[in-house]
């Protein structure tokens, strides 16, 4: 059983989440998967470069309390991943949309230290994917952003182990869960301020709220599926972005009174010249649409491919705990693949 | 490339489109997956035991026009498997859901000729799986049925490849789309056997529409679900199953207009003992159940897991086409599996 050393880079909401839901999943990680881990670095701004070469106690983690224990204290990513030992960087940074950084520093240099990159950061996706793939094979190392999405909804890994050979034309999608509660709460009676604040309350906001609202984080997330799933090279400005700032309350509630309320939807398609358009914008929801009747923070995509005219995943009332699940399996997989090859590898040295 | 040997075991309206997709996705299969094919079997009761070692051309595969070019003919599954050199077997022939028979049978032929077996067949799946899976695993070969409960709606792949370590505590589903197509006329003021017809003639009936009718086809599904998914050890006779034919018409036409139409529900949990309950009935749906609002042959599944509250798939209007996806995506991850073994051996050979 190998035991990995893991970092975290990252320790707000997402990465705590973490580091709770490892030591809850701990016996079954070993007994189903073969999995052994220890944390031995967490960094943030806050906390700064720490690193523990032993490993944090888990009791440590689930308290938050973790201290500096290397002697000289790293001062930067790579002197950290090289005292920690770094097997699995988990990168939940907050998300930068116009450049994805650090986010995309700080993957490559997990990469380049040998480590698998799990990142929740879809700028780093955007802004790194070509790069910190290309990296990634070099080094015979994963990496994965399942929950830079869509949470623990299965997107990438669904496309990439499910459905081989199926082509995707087009999907249409909720990505942004605090527009959808804003939404909801206009609906309701409530100020525009009554609804990000009630967002900010489930903890589903971005560090900046503005880039929910605008609809940043819907179109990096947008860029990043279709880059990833079509292959498309759409750069997030070629993306349509409109905000629901400009959105006349009364409308909002009338839509939703004749039950096609608005949501922050973004769609994607692809094009004749084999990229795609995207956009994301406030658009009406007709009852029947594979994304109606949605609560709150709830995600979904419906997808168009060519030998299944809608395939819809959907997620209802993620949190946290979700979120960091998708990190998790990303690490599984990644271990998984390692486990794999060496016992194929074991298999042929004993023919 | 690897050019694999495949024998089709039904060759009825699933068969017959998924040597039409076969040939639609030849070119993609190669360049993208590195996997050549060739038909060598076309079997049923109709046609016998056909083989051609050399390959069916497409044209002939298209228009189902087979001739047997083997002699001796063989006589049995066996002997055909061994005359057209199977790699890849593709069972689809007629449910028999209290024993599973002939299915199991065949699958065991299989996998005993050194052949992966894809199964379209959830009686099989019900009553073979334990030893089906063993025998694959003794021969390295891959026993795969995604299509047999949800037509292409990845389910068996998503909870293998996407959710690890992940717990399913337990699930409700629309599983069979034959009921709900009758449900829908019904509601539409038509009768009962206007139903089972525009179902027939929508080609998505059993063979015997009674396995339908009766709840038998759902209940062999969630039973194949349950087991698979939950590691509970369902028995075909421990579900709870009430099929649709006593149902008032009335009662059912009021239950549309009241906005919570009848379904043939599928409902399944684990139980404290280990194992799992399910039960297979109408019921109403309500319309912010992750189930509402689908269209007659439409197939959801709503999981319960404990990282998240409700993770939702749905497939909207699958057809043929999509039963016969779920066959190929099957055989491209077989042909993946063995890749990746040869592939890793290889790396390590030239270490």
Known sequence: ???????????????????????????????????AWRVTGVASRRLGWLCAPGGYAAAELIAGKVAQRATPAPRDVREWLGAARADVLFETTPLEPLTGRPAVEHCRAGLEAGAHVVTANKGAVVHGLGELRQLAGARKRQFLFESAVADCLPVFSLF??????????SFTALLNSTTSVIFEELERGRTFEEGVARARELGIT??????????????????????????????????????????DVRAVREAAEAGRPFRLLSRAERTADGSAKASVKPEQIAPDDPLANLAGSSLAINFKLDVLEGLTVTAREPNLRSTAYGLLADFVNAARAERRAAEQAGEREGQ
Chains 1, 2 share one sequence.
């Open 160 to 169: 990439r182990e499910c459905l081989p050979a199926a082509r995707l034309l």
């Open 206 to 247: 971005e560090t900046d709220p503005s880039y929910d609202v605008d609809g940043w984080d819907a179109a990096v997330k947008v860029c990043a599926l279709a880059n990833v799933l079509m292959g498309a090279s759409l750069k997030l400005e070629e993306i349509e972005r409109v905000g629901i700032r400009e959105l």
């Open 1 to 35: 059983m190998k035991t990995y050393n893991l970092c975290l880079l990252g320790f707000g909401n997402v990465g705590r989440a973490l580091a709770r839901l490892l030591v809850e999943k701990s016996d079954e990680l070993r007994g189903e998967f073969g999995v």
